[in-house]
């Protein structure tokens, strides 16, 4: 069975949680103490709500006036009672609002809570629901809905993919949404948007990839927005509420790795933004990697905090990254608060391609993950054969650090472009200047592969928008080729001689061993995954007119992610780690392996972290953090050592972030518990999922 898991607490705003991360500042920190060092072991089940399906849940729930939304049945908005588990009502998705954004929903209120409305993402529409009623919004919008493939100045038809992997966040009768564009060349432009709550109508647009006479234009090739795609807003965003400031990490432009039609460092990518969250103005920025080629984006929400610095109280913000590092600035001036060093990096030996020549390095704090990966750090846990494998991989790939520049020859990536820190993956305990980070170390392999000359417009083919399907929900598996990587990850380049139609289409509804279903595709979009896996010589790689760098080669790499035939990282654990940080001296307070892979405990191999942490970390006022791991726990830590003070098992993998909240003077706690526990194909099984809430006696 699936969990989310409720234990008591509190959000930053009070006895709620009334925002994904707890509130606006994404703090992950609840102030409430019922539940606190001395009494968190006697932790009970209080109730139980099934999802009533086997889909895929990250969501973090919301509570507001002692009422829990979380997502279920099939992918339904349904409120629950907060103290009891009952339902109160399902809001069923149409056939065109299936998609409704799996890691949260946002949450506004008019000054005379008379006025109380849920608003999300589905597909590629934002939409409102009544909070109380649980009834669709019809003035929102057109019809209900506001169309966000319209106004990004280019046309909506050639758009594959635009819906927000995130919520957003609300500002005053402002939501703020970013988008998760597509991953090949000519994906949507990153703008973030600000719409108005009431009627949906667009309120401002800041440019990621710069207009002419925009701050930032001379940074990228002539007319680069006509063409570019990414530079988007995917992950998360917080918000200083009293100085109405937005922060956002961008994320690289498109495509990914191979960048030779976009000269230049490029900003806005993966840059953290301050902007006016009322006009949308930029206040200040910092561009962390120049000329993004390694998907070096962030995910996790900045983090405000209050920090003693120089003998003075500071106001600052914080941001954890995939390569390991933390930046630390003055929220409001954008000053970092200890030295950031731009740095020499290999150049690349790809034509055209014109890496940056520096990247920046921050001093302070030190990095929470391994930043290379070499033979003397292969695991001992792998096989003869895969020791093997992996030994000659890394001596033949080119190997000189975190910005080893992609080419035709393998590249290693480490901690990888999906290790770091991710989704939800640090909390704060604002007023003490603490940070703690949720790692994973990932070593991936880069190869760029030839895709052929691309000219005139894009996605003007079934076959071409399936590729775009297929780079977004396929690629960082079966890689650019389609060859994958058996056994762990098999090969489609030949799926249309061994696997009929009909057999296609239930393995990618339903899913097949560790791949998910995705059942959310609808059937015009899988008719054309399915057409461009059938016939890929149909889909040549294009972009749209306009931009005399576009008719470079290009070239696609898959993610690369290295995985051992027992589905465990070639790298020696722990395989992810919890570290705790003290921002006002910029060090490591502790670190410790977090969770464990239940067959290697099972031979008294612990302390090996578990393989792929998806829960981000909740921290409260009575010195715990609240945490969760893909080896079935839930966990209660202590703040000050990380030594483990209370666990459960549930039935499945935990992936999503805690929700934090008191209903009726008893605290609660949520777990989004939502993944396939095992490994590999033969340790994986059909799981069905449920809210459960854990609560002193």
Not at 67 to 82: E, F, M, P, Q
Request: proline share 7%; with cysteine.
């Amino acid at each position: 069975m699936r969990f989310f898991i409720l234990l008591g607490g509190l959000c930053a705003l009070g006895q709620s949680w009334p925002d994904y991360g707890g509130g606006a500042d994404a703090s992950q920190y609840s102030p409430l103490t019922q539940i606190n060092r001395s009494n968190v072991s006697k932790l009970q089940r209080a109730w139980t709500y099934p999802t009533g399906d086997s889909n895929r849940y990250f969501f973090n729930p919301v509570m507001v006036d002692s009422t829990l939304y979380v997502l279920a049945k099939n992918n339904s908005i349904v409120a629950l009672d907060a103290a009891t588990g009952k339902e109160k009502w399902t809001f069923a998705p149409g056939a065109d609002t299936k998609i409704i954004t799996n890691r949260g929903i946002n949450y506004w209120e008019s000054k005379d809570r008379k006025e109380r409305r849920l608003l999300f993402a589905s597909n590629h529409r934002l939409r409102a629901v009544d909070a109380v009623s649980g009834k669709a919004i019809l003035t929102f919008g057109r019809d209900g809905s506001v169309d966000l493939k319209e106004g990004l100045d280019r046309d909506p038809s050639t758009i594959a993919l635009v819906q927000s992997t995130t919520p957003g966040r609300v500002f005053e009768d402002l939501l703020i949404v970013g988008s998760a564009t597509n991953q090949g060349y000519g994906s949507a432009p990153g703008d973030l948007r600000a719409f108005d709550v009431r009627t949906g109508r667009l309120v401002w647009t800041f440019h990621t990839v710069p207009r002419p006479g925009e701050f930032g234009y001379e940074t990228w090739p002539k007319d680069a927005w006509k063409t570019v795609g990414g530079a988007n807003v995917w992950g998360e965003m917080s918000l200083d509420v009293k100085r109405g400031i937005l922060y956002a990490p961008t994320a690289s432009a498109k495509y990914n790795f191979y960048g030779a039609d976009r000269a230049g460092a490029n900003l806005f990518s993966d840059s953290l933004l301050a902007l006016d969250a009322r006009t949308g103005k930029r206040i200040w920025h910092f561009q962390m990697v120049h000329h993004d080629i390694w998907d070096y984006d962030d995910a996790t929400a900045p983090k405000l905090i209050t920090v003693q610095h120089g003998g003075k109280s500071v106001d600052a913000v914080a941001q954890v990254s995939k390569q390991g590092f933390i930046w630390v600035f003055n929220r409001v001036t954008g000053e970092p608060l200890w030295p950031i060093e731009e740095r020499p990096v290999p150049k690349s030996d790809m034509p055209n391609e014109k890496t940056w020549p520096t990247q920046p390095f921050p001093t302070k704090p030190p990095p929470f993950a391994r930043q290379k990966f070499t033979v003397d750090d292969l695991s001992p846990h792998l096989s003869p054969s895969d020791r093997a494998k992996f030994r000659d991989d890394i001596l033949s790939a080119r190997n000189e650090g975190l910005f080893t520049p992609p080419g035709t020859r393998n590249t290693i990536q480490m901690p990888g472009n999906n290790g770091g820190a991710n989704w939800s993956g640090a909390a704060v305990e604002p007023s003490r200047g603490f940070l703690y980070v949720v790692s994973k170390d990932l070593p991936a392999m880069l190869k760029l592969e030839p895709e052929g000359k691309a000219r005139g417009g894009f996605n003007d083919s079934p076959e071409q928008r399936g590729q775009s399907l297929y780079q977004v929900h396929c690629l960082n598996c079966h890689k650019a080729d389609r060859r994958g990587a058996p056994p762990a990850m098999p090969a489609l380049d030949d799926i249309a001689v061994r696997l009929p139609r009909e057999q296609l289409v239930n393995a990618i509804r339903q899913g097949v061993g560790p791949m998910p279903g995705y059942p959310k595709l609808t059937n015009a979009e899988l008719d054309e995954l399915i057409g461009y896996l059938y016939n890929p010589a149909r889909a040549r790689a294009t972009v749209p007119a306009g931009n005399s760098e576009a008719d470079a080669e290009r070239y696609l790499s898959g993610f690369g992610f290295m995985i051992a035939s027992d589905g465990l990282s070639p790298i020696k654990p722990p395989w992810s780690t919890l570290t705790a940080y003290d921002l006002n001296e910029g060090t490591i307070r502790w670190q410790i392996p977090l969770g464990e892979v239940p067959h290697l405990a099972a031979k008294g191999i612990k302390d090996t972290g578990s393989h792929y942490p998806k829960v981000g970390p909740v921290v409260t006022a009575g010195g715990i953090i609240f945490t969760g791991t893909r080896d079935r726990h839930v966990r209660a830590l202590d703040v000050d050592t990380g030594k483990a003070l209370w666990e459960a098992e549930v039935d499945t993998a935990l992936e999503g972030m805690p929700a934090v909240y008191s209903v009726g003077g008893r605290q609660y706690v949520v777990f989004c518990a939502a993944a396939q526990a095992g490994l590999t194909r033969d340790t994986q099984k059909q799981i069905s999922g449920a809210y459960v809430a854990f609560a002193l006696p």
